[in-house]
């Protein structure tokens, strides 16, 4: 049984219109509650935002859609639909993985497909490897899903569950690169299997076999692309929960919040106050703190993960190599990673995520235009440059990242931009998130499940946290749950095993540290 906030809810106001606070808002607003949704931006969508160009519409955060059954859950809660109102196109390929010997290889998320590119690239033993990796990644997702990731942990007791034991018995629990080595010998092959990790803050030789649910999203379950871009998720959301009934007010930054007792009573926004019985706050970890007078003590500080400069490019021209998705790894690979995450220093091989959205929909871009997404991992600002530096750091690098690129056969990308918008650590720390970067707190053993940043705090017994920084992680499946599962807290839904959710006790609260 998983703790509630107790008390009065009947009025839930929503600190921030990304993908977690509109989650949400639409999961309270179906189990009945009174909904306002507070917004420092005059759109919605958070990191999931839109950005205008000279006549091109670039996604300023995710561009890559996995799990729509998940997106759909939001609409659901309201007796909407996710497909009534966006259109997804699922990505044949889901990838294009280019390599350093100038290989390529396209990922399909069907098995036949996929099986037989495989065997094309790297014989019939990697086929048949790739066969039961694929196997296994679909009963590491069963074993995962419903009870680690779709649920809220009160303490580590919450663990203690038999399908901890189908999760180690599948090896969940081992080295996610050895793993995968287990299945698949070609290294290459492996590579794409694996890349995922950093995005989850934790190189594939340390990241937990656990983690290849990721993969299982990026590879099995299905790529898709909203029609009209990535930011027609979080506004179908928007428009979805004003028809249910939402209060949404754009362009109002919260400042402060009134308290009585334990219980925050309002929120402030400028010169606006709301009164409410219960709030979520879903801005990066260290705005919410602020909000509530200061951060809860755990055993360590909190690891981040890397960050990334992401360079949106409208072009006159593009590259036939280019899929939708397009990995474009350099010869280094563990080496780039001790970069990353411990060296503090830019990949001196880079390994590039370059994303081609107007190869699906060319609305995005002017007439015989074409747009460019090219995201670089670098590291956060607690262990690599500074925010300060990356004003001199920035262009450097940007100019790096395009060499880069052309000598790996985008011949003519450089002189053929007409338009452009280059992102640092420095904008991400800018925009409040914590060590200058998007993809928040590491999946750390100890900063996951049960041990990462709680969505219930001590400090406030109506307010709940959601977003990437808390339960249950980053990426956009998991986001869209941390919303579902900041609404249980307040509704006391029941949870994924049927068990009804109880009020918050002191007696519990021992366990709490977040």
């Not at 006159?316 to 970069?339: I, K, N, V, Y």
Request: glycine letters at 10%.
């Amino acid at each position: 049984m998983t703790r509630t906030v107790p008390g009065r809810t009947d009025h839930v106001v929503v600190v921030g219109a990304g993908l977690a606070g509109l989650s949400a808002a639409l999961h309270l607003l179906g189990a009945g509650r009174r909904v306002t949704v507070v917004e420092r931006d005059e759109l919605p969508g958070g990191r999931a935002g839109r950005k205008e160009l000279d006549g091109y519409r670039i996604d300023t955060g995710p561009t890559v859609l996995t799990m729509p059954d998940l997106a759909d859950e939001p609409f659901a809660a309201v007796g909407d639909s996710l497909r009534k109102r966006v259109e997804l196109v699922e990505l044949h390929p889901a990838y294009r993985a280019r390599f350093a010997d100038g290989s390529s290889l396209d990922v399909h998320t069907r098995a036949e497909a996929m099986a037989a590119e495989v065997e094309r690239f790297a014989g019939a033993r990697e086929a048949a490897g790739y066969l039961r990796l694929r196997d296994w990644l679909e009963r590491l997702y069963r074993a995962q899903m419903r009870r680690f990731i779709d649920a809220n942990f009160d303490s580590p007791l919450g663990l203690l569950h038999p399908d901890l034991a189908r999760l180690a018995a599948l090896g969940g629990f081992g080295r996610l690169d050895a793993r995968v080595g287990s299945f698949l010998k070609d290294e290459r092959l492996r590579r794409v299997f694996s890349f995922q990790a950093l995005y989850a803050g934790v190189p594939p030789a340390r990241a937990l076999a656990a983690y290849a649910v990721i993969a299982y999203m990026d590879t099995v379950a299905g790529v898709y692309f909203p029609r009209g871009g990535m930011h027609a998720l979080p506004r179908a959301m928007a428009d979805a929960a004003a028809d249910a009934g939402a209060d949404l007010r754009f362009g109002r930054e919260v400042t402060r919040l009134e308290r009585s007792g334990g219980r925050v009573t309002a929120v402030v926004a400028g010169d606006e106050r709301i009164p409410c019985d219960a709030v979520v706050l879903t801005p990066d970890l260290p705005v919410a703190y602020g909000l509530l007078g200061g951060a809860p003590r755990r055993p360590a500080r909190l690891r981040h993960s890397p960050s990334a400069v992401v360079l949106h490019l409208g072009t006159d021209r593009t590259w036939p190599e280019l899929a939708h998705h397009t990995l474009s790894f350099g010869e280094a690979w563990r080496g780039t990673f001790d970069e990353l995450t411990r060296a503090g220093r830019l990949m001196s091989d880079p390994s590039l995520l370059v994303t081609r959205p107007t190869a699906t929909d060319p609305s995005l871009a002017p007439p015989g235009r074409h747009l460019h997404y090219v995201l670089a991992p670098c590291p956060n600002t607690d262990i690599g440059p500074g925010a300060a530096a990356w004003t001199d750091l920035a262009p450097r690098y940007r100019d790096s990242v395009l060499r880069t690129l052309e000598e790996r056969g985008l011949t003519g990308l450089a002189s053929s931009i007409e338009a452009e918008c280059v992102v640092t650590p420095a904008d991400w720390a800018a925009q409040g998130h914590a060590a200058g970067t998007p993809f928040a707190t590491a999946h750390t053993f100890a900063q996951t499940g049960p041990f990462r940043p709680r969505n219930l705090v001590r400090s406030a017994e109506n307010a709940v946290l959601a977003g990437c920084g808390t339960t249950p992680g980053v990426g956009v499946p998991t986001v869209l749950l941390s919303g579902k599962l900041a609404a249980r807290r307040i509704t006391g839904a029941r949870g994924p095993a049927g068990r009804a959710s109880t009020s918050f006790s002191a007696q519990e609260a021992l366990h709490d540290r977040a």
